[in-house]
């Protein structure tokens, strides 16, 4: 058989593969949209990350490659977000405007399938959930090299909204322009941006002033309107604003990675691998941390962070953002928290939800 002869049937095989999977697809939909309706019927949310980390759990453990694990999650990210949107529209608020890496961790989380709110602030997306206009809203929380995002943990004290998932995002800052200048007269980006290029920058460019900006995709958009002017953003920045690369991945710290939490109305059902995030304020007594915690570690129950932020009450008075494994549901967690309620001067669950992956 002749090497071309043999590449028409190849081809012709991954046609017929394609054909199938076209239909399987199709099918999938059509049974999303059964499941829709009677989600409808019950008043449920469209969005379920229970059932969705079930699915990517079990698609998971079942691969056997040669497509990777990160590979078969983008596809059937994808896939999902199909049929979620034929079982109704999802409306998600992210810090804007286009080419924000609060955008990306949207689309990990919900895929393309989703119309997109962009706001012109954290406490905007906070803002836009809260009163409906968008089911969702998307908040970076932790950054593994600056630690806590501060104006997230204040918006999450006294939000109605619960944290329903989280996603981990590896964040990889380019430093961009529009020019051709080799010195430029500024460099805009976000200010936790900023900070994580801190060294970088100032090895780089030590008399270049920083200019914070309310994200590094509107960095992106100052640096494309001034050319004197370079930004902090993401290489997808750079397309959405045309915009050059001057340098990639310029991160002070390897690995640099952002947690981000899912809004919403409430939190899902457990799942079996969970966490519960909340916050506390401990008493004046003496020991009172100790106490707090205390019932924590006679449950075995492992933190999986706990940071601490001053209070906007009083002088030298702090609430702790606590991350811990399992669900508020959990019997466990249930009689830990009701301790920690009875110790401590405020608490606040907010939300329990499935582990990132």
């Not at 709110?117 to 905007?124: N, P, T, W, Y």
Request: some cysteine; hydrophobic content about 40%.
């Amino acid at each position: 058989m002749t090497d071309q002869k043999n590449l028409e049937l190849l081809r012709g095989r991954i046609n017929r593969i394609d054909d199938q999977l076209l239909e399987l697809i199709n099918e999938r939909v059509r049974t999303a949209v059964e499941i829709g309706a009677g989600k409808a019927s019950r008043g449920e949310t469209v969005y379920r990350p229970e059932r969705e980390a079930e699915i990517f759990g079990r698609l998971l453990e079942r691969n056997q490659g040669p497509v990777s694990d990160e590979g078969v999650r983008n596809i059937f990210t994808e896939i999902v977000s199909c049929a979620r949107s034929a079982e109704g529209p999802i409306r998600v608020a992210a810090l804007g405007p286009r080419g924000t890496f609060s955008e990306q961790a949207v689309h990990k989380v919900f895929g393309r399938q989703i119309t997109l709110v962009e706001a012109g602030s954290i406490k905007e997306v906070f803002r836009l959930t809260e009163v409906g206009d968008a089911q969702f809203g998307v908040v970076p929380v932790e950054n593994s090299s600056e630690g806590g995002v501060n104006a997230t943990l204040d918006l999450l004290v006294d939000t109605p909204l619960q944290v329903c998932n989280e996603v981990e995002l590896r964040v990889k800052h380019c430093l961009l322009s529009g020019g051709h200048q080799d010195t430029p007269r500024e460099v805009a980006g976000h200010e936790q941006a900023l900070a994580q290029c801190r060294n970088w920058l100032l090895s780089h460019y030590p008399e270049v002033a920083l200019n914070p900006k309310a994200s590094t995709a509107q960095a992106a958009q100052v640096a494309a309107e001034n050319p004197g002017i370079m930004a902090v953003a993401s290489a997808e920045a750079a397309s959405v604003y045309g915009l050059e690369i001057i340098a990639s991945d310029i991160a002070d710290v390897p690995g640099n990675t952002t947690r981000f939490q899912v809004l919403a109305k409430s939190s899902p059902p457990r799942t079996g691998r969970d966490k519960t995030s909340l916050v506390a304020a401990s008493s004046d007594d003496s020991g009172s941390l100790l106490q707090l915690l205390q019932p924590l570690a006679e449950a075995r129950i492992s933190m999986t962070r706990i940071e601490s932020r001053p209070t906007r009450s009083g002088l030298w008075k702090y609430l702790f953002f606590i991350d811990l494994e399992g669900h508020a549901d959990d019997p466990q967690v249930r009689q830990a928290l009701a301790d920690i309620d009875e110790a401590s001067a405020f608490l606040r669950i907010l939300g329990s939800y499935p582990r990132a992956s």
